[in-house]
């Protein structure tokens, strides 16, 4: 962690270098990789992400004056200035949304949010589908609850923060991604039910049964406000009004076959195909895991993966690439984690299989043409947190 403690000093530098003065803090929120569950979320259904170590980091402090100051450190160009009292959504398509939707969902709450100077930097790739998003939005959101002694919780700042990405970003993401950052816990996945909320922290602790979890960056950019994540939402909803349920959740997989006979459209019939059978691919892995059989999720992931593909589809050449060899080099289950058309996938191994099938994987990218892809490990990490 050593380079993280290293980016977090260097915001606060860089923060009194912008502003003039010492912040009043630091936060870091990290990224996430989704385990099991996609597309689930706002379909009130099951998720089961678990923190990285990269993270969103933000040096604060309080302004009284109305003016809202942010600034990147990662994207080239000046401190964007603005004034909390003219905020409105779909107004800015910039980088400087996410934590502007921030500030303006929590003074559409009621909450006195007068103003801030804002220095961030991340870790978490962009467009890898590791939720760089909704880490800056969540540690916005919890720097300014810990500044003005909001009172609010975990989740209730998951809810700011989705929030904030639907209705001033425009972006109709679950509350998975938010929930992930705000309330993980070092070591364990987060297992999430969509309708009510709860949380249940389930260890998963790879290394004491000599396994990694990998995550292969494909470097393949995606960008979910295009449409694609909006036109399947749509089709979800669509099936769960002509199955007239409230919520795909709903469905019970035994009745699975029975339901997708009664659609007619083929595109929502296999949309519905694809969030039942993921909520159920949850319930598997989380009987797995408590029976202490993590090996055994290994075949999950990849049902899962051919679920995205073939019924979502929302994979890409190199993101199948990744699965078909990473299982060939001898990874116990691989698929594509996050929103699709690009991005991220993670590959279950053997520790000491590892190296042989990053290398695998690697090679392969080489030999099709594709940009060299981005090897790491998924390590549990903790959530939102105040750093200084």
Known sequence: M?????AEGQVGEGFEALYGAAPEGVWA?????????EYTDFNEGFVMPLALPHTAVAAVSRRD????????????GPVVELHVDELAPLTNTSW???????????????????GADIHLASTVPTGAGLSSSAALEVV?????????????????????????????????????DQTASACSTEGHALHL??????????PFDLPAHGLRLLVVDTRVKHALGDGEYAERREGCEEGARQLGVPFLRDVRYEDLESSLARLSDERVRRYVRHVVSDDHRVDEVIALLDAGDVRGIGPI???????????????CPELDLV????????ALGARMTGGGFGGSAIVLVESSDADTVTKAVEEAFAAAGFTAPRVFPAVPSEGARRVS
């Open 96 to 114: 400087a949304a996410y934590p502007a939707g921030v500030v303006w969902v929590l003074r559409e709450a009621g909450h006195a949010v007068t």
């Open 29 to 37: 929120a990290p990224g996430r990789v989704n385990l099991i569950g």
């Open 140 to 176: 916005t959101a919890l720097a300014l609850n810990d500044l003005l002694d909001l009172g609010l919780t975990g989740p209730e700042l998951a809810r700011v923060s989705q929030r904030a990405e639907n209705d001033f970003v425009g972006v109709p993401c679950g509350i998975m």
């Open 323 to 330: 699965v078909a060899t990473a299982n060939e080099a001898g």
């Open 65 to 76: 004056d109305g003016v809202l100051r942010l600034h990147s450190a990662d994207i080239e």
């Open 301 to 315: 992931l990849t049902s899962g993966h051919a679920s995205l593909r073939d019924d979502l589809r929302i994979s």
């Open 2 to 6: 050593g380079a993280q403690q290293a």
């Open 193 to 202: 039910d969509c309708r009510d909320l709860s949380i249940r922290q389930v």
